[in-house]
């Protein structure tokens, strides 16, 4: 209870849009050593003052970690964030405050001591290294998702834009989006190229192309093209969507802005692509 109390405070003094952003402002730190001192004395613990200063001191670095480290959904997804989130909080700043203040309670013992310091500073380490761990993590993602790693190497075109889709009630399988933009100049306008990337068995590219008959009140059409290609448009659509096999992956390319044979053209320029590259613009 005396880890819990100052968490909870702090929790809820903070402001939503701070949650997933910056360490906690250093004010928190005074009132969760103030509360966690307090709190000691209540419960009569030995060493009161030191494992009140200790204690506190772990937990605000503990939730000022967990503010960067813990990825907080978006509230219009899936509700009210303070019921889904402040559990990871409470408990990580509780924990906290538990061991620190343990490891000054008699008898003193040296690894006692050491899991005291360790905790709280090796998560506001971890909070220094925010970008290099949530990039680890984008890597491993797609390393593990199942999806082949492939991209298109599109000339004149950038790629500005990666999602790694998880398989789920939406989608059967899961899949890479990529988004690639031609910048518009005098001569021509502005042009855009949509690739989704799955795993072969997620389907041929006929049915692919004719899982969808209507865009927007307008019918599109499909048409093969040699080698198991297929191009769905619709009459009065600047958009081009081609589904074809790519390896060991099903894809598509949607875009605008182009003729369908440069669009097509695109199929040949595929190519292995590491997570880490996946990761860096995702």
Known sequence: MTGVVPTAIIWVDMPEEELGGTALPPAMLLLAITLGTAGARLAGLPRWGMAGLVGGSATWLLIGA???LVP?????????????????????GAVGFALSAWSFMSPLRWWAVALAVTVPLGSWGAAQHKPQILAWYEVRSFERSGVPLIAPAIQGYR???????????R????????EYWR????????????????PAEAGNPRDSCQAVTE????????????????????????WITVFARSGDALVMLNGSGLAEADLV?????????SAYELAMVA
Do not use: K
């Open 159 to 169: 790629l500005v834009h990666v999602d790694l889709n998880a398989a789920g009630q």
């Open 215 to 238: 865009n927007f009140g307008v019918p599109l059409r499909c048409t093969s093209l040699p080698g198991d290609r297929w191009v769905r448009t619709g009459a009065g659509s600047s």
């Open 265 to 273: 053209a695109v199929l040949s320029t595929f190519r292995p692509i």
């Open 72 to 92: 907080v959904p978006e509230s219009e997804l899936l509700g009210s964030l303070p019921a889904l989130v402040a559990p990871v909080y409470m408990a990580g």
């Open 171 to 178: 989608e059967p399988e899961p899949s890479t989006w990529l």
């Open 183 to 198: 910048d518009a100049t005098p001569n021509r306008g502005f042009s855009e190229i949509q690739v989704t990337v799955w």
């Open 66 to 68: 967990l503010a960067v």
